[in-house]
Structures are given as C-alpha cells and as structure tokens.
C-alpha cells in the first residue's frame, strides 16, 4: 500500500509539473488514452475480420460471421476514417508551443529520441520478431530471417508506422519554425469557412494521391503515403488553431457545426450505400480505395469531412466529459503513449495463446480485445512507474 501511495504521489507530482510548464490538458490526455484503448481493440477484431486490417488476418485461423463484421464495419468503421487523424490533430494542437519552448533544433530532438527511438526498435527487432512467432504458431515452417526480410513491405514496423511518420512531420514542423515560419500557421482565429476549406483540401489531395497509391497500399517502410494527405492537413490544423485556446475549450459554434457535419455524413453515407447496392465490404472494397471512381471520390469525401469535424467534435466531448484527475484515468493517460508501443507483443501473444482454443471466433476476438487493452495499459503502468523510460515515454 505504501508503494502505491509513493507512485500515486509522483504521478500527481509529475502530472502538476508538466501542468504547470503548459505542456499538459488533462482532458487531452485522458482522449488519447480512450483513443489508444479503442484502437487496440480494434485491432483485436480486426485480426479475425475476413477484410483484414491487422497483419493477424495473414495467419488468423477463422473470420467473424459475415453479418457481424458487416454491422461491425457499420458500427466501427467511421472511426477508422478519423482516428489517426485525431492523434495528429492533437500533436499539432501542442507542437507550437513545444518548439517555443525548447526551440526548434530542441524540438526535433526530442521527437527524435521519442518518436525515432522507438520506431527503429520495433522495425528492426520486435514486430518482425512477434510475427515469426504468429507465423510459427500458425504451422509455417519460416526462419526469422524470412519473417524480416521477405515480408511485405519491407521493413514494416506493424502499428508504429504512425509514430514513424509523425516523427517525418514533427521535423518537418521543426525546420519550418527553424526558417522563422511558424507564425504563417497561425491565423488570427479560424472560423466554420476554414474547416470547410480543410476538409476540401483534404478530399482532393487524398483522390490525387490514391491515383498513385491506393488506400490500403502498401510501400516500403509501410509509409501509409494513401493517408498522409489527411495526417499533415490535420497537424497543420492543429498548429493553426494551437493558439486559440482550444485544447482548452472549442469554441461553441465550431462545436455545433462540427457535430452537424458528423452527423449529415454518418446519415448519408450508409444510406447511398445501401441504396447502391453493397451488402458485402470485402467484395465492394477495391472500388473505393482509388482511382477515378465516384465510389473513392465518395470515400475521399467522407473520410475528410469525419477526420475534421469528428477530431474537433471528439476533443470538445473529452472536454465535457474526460476531465477526471481519478488515479486509474491518470495512470491510463500517463501511460497512453507506451500502451500504444506495447499492445503488439500484447495483442500478437494473446492471439498466438488464443489460437488453439476451441470457442466461437467472435468469442475469442471479443476476449483478446478486452485483455490486451488491460494487458497494454497494465504493462505501460509498470514501465512508467519502476523503469527510468517514465522520462521517454
């Protein structure tokens, strides 16, 4: 008990620290680590899901029924379209006054040793180990060297390409404040016209670069270059309105606006599906992933108007409603970050453990998402508490 206190009291310790150098919003925090846990449950089903999305599906041994993964593509879906982009909203809420206060030079290393660091451990070592394994359990004869070298992409680094590719724009960020521009992202305020215009652009580059790389594509490094468009719109975004006070509190009729536009799109959407016909995502998915298609110029649209209106819309509820300083909250928050490193040795164990288990795929599916969510906050808490990376992560 006496040990809990004492980590209790240097997490508060920590957390008011941080408060007080106008680095931390308890609401913001307490986001990404719901956002975390919705992700690697997502992952968790998407690792039995027949359209895939989870490098599981490459060896999983079954699929949800078709009728659940439709209502689940139906129900979870649009949070798909929008998630990362969240994440990248919220660095770029916080990047501005990030690079004031260490500079830019200082800004970049830090994103180095934060972002970089990890990124080049789990490409090089820990995702291709974790999928030897699920290969191995899976019964295919392969040597590690094969589960490095010959997969595609090459050089994948599982879910860290995320982190990968924010590392690309925070230095990006860096050497556009180190020319002395950081000012041109910071308009006077930012009004509905600005979202709508950032969604547009969104939309038409998106198309333009899924011409070239459809979405779901896959380069070397698993760079994701089909969602780029989406990720650097939404940390300039962020950047744009960092100074406004938003992480704080959205203004009130950016609010509304943006949940009316959430709303008209989750409405329209599913109903020009069903009006065209497509009871089957698998089958129907190639058509909406690029090229001169309306069904991708549907999805382009779609994804950008969610990614805006849903990133600002989410941020505003987690403002009214994930204020909590509770130690289970403060702990999860603290640890959102290292749970997101840490849900692929989590998630790939469980899975590699759940396999040989005789019980219904969505049984399964619905268990390993619950325990690697615990496992992954669980395990992150223990790092941050007993091991000095509490000062990386």
Same mark, same amino acid.
């Given at each position: 008990m006496r040990r809990i206190a004492e980590v209790a009291h240097t997490d508060r310790n920590d957390t008011q620290r941080r408060a007080a150098r106008g680095t931390r919003v308890v609401a913001v925090d307490n986001l990404k680590a719901v956002l975390v846990a919705w992700v690697i449950g997502c992952h968790a089903l998407m690792g039995y899901a027949a359209i895939g999305g989870w490098p599981y599906d490459e060896v999983q041994e079954g699929t949800l029924p078709p009728t659940l993964e439709y209502l689940l593509s139906v129900l979870l879906g649009p949070t798909a379209l929008f998630a990362m982009g969240t994440f990248f909203f919220l660095s770029g809420l916080f990047a501005p006054r990030a690079a004031q206060r260490s500079g830019p030079a200082g800004y970049a290393r830090s994103r180095l040793i934060r972002l970089g660091i990890p990124w080049v451990l789990f490409m090089l070592a820990i995702w291709p180990f974790f999928m030897w394994? *699920? #290969? $191995? *359990? *899976? @019964? /295919?004869? !392969? =040597? #590690?060297? /094969?589960? %490095? &070298? @010959? $997969?595609?992409p090459f050089l994948d680094s599982g879910p860290i390409w995320f982190v990968q590719v924010l590392l690309y724009i925070s230095l990006g960020y860096a050497l556009w404040c180190g020319l002395g521009w950081a000012g041109r992202l910071t308009p006077r305020i930012v009004r509905g016209r600005h979202l709508v215009l950032t969604a547009a652009a969104i939309a038409a580059v998106s198309l333009l670069v899924r011409l070239v790389y459809p979405a779901r594509s896959q380069q070397i490094l698993d760079l994701h270059l089909w969602q780029w468009p989406q990720l650097i719109g939404m940390f300039v975004l962020g950047a744009m309105v960092s100074g406004q006070g938003w992480a704080e509190q959205v203004p009130d009729r950016i609010v509304r606006r943006c949940w009316l536009a959430v709303a008209v799109t989750l409405v329209v959407a599913p109903v020009v599906v069903v009006l065209v016909g497509i009871t089957n995502f698998v089958q129907a998915e190639a058509t909406f992933l690029g090229g001169w298609r309306w069904q991708a110029f549907a999805l382009d649209l779609v994804e950008a108007s969610l990614v805006v209106a849903g990133s600002i819309g989410v941020l505003a509820l987690a403002q009214r409603h994930l204020g909590s300083t509770a130690a289970v909250p403060r702990a999860a928050a603290r640890g959102a970050y290292a749970a997101f490193l840490l849900q692929v040795p989590v998630l &790939? =164990? &469980?899975? !590699?453990? %759940? $396999?040989? &288990? *005789?019980?219904?795929i969505a049984v399964k599916g619905a268990a390993v998402a619950v325990l690697a969510i615990v496992g992954s906050f669980g395990l992150a808490w223990l790092l941050i508490s007993h091991t000095p990376l509490r000062r990386v992560l």
């Open positions: 394994l *699920a #290969y $191995r *359990a *899976a @019964g /295919h004869d !392969i =040597s #590690y060297w /094969h589960a %490095f &070298l @010959g $997969r595609t &790939l =164990s &469980l899975e !590699i453990a %759940f $396999r040989p &288990l *005789a019980v219904p």
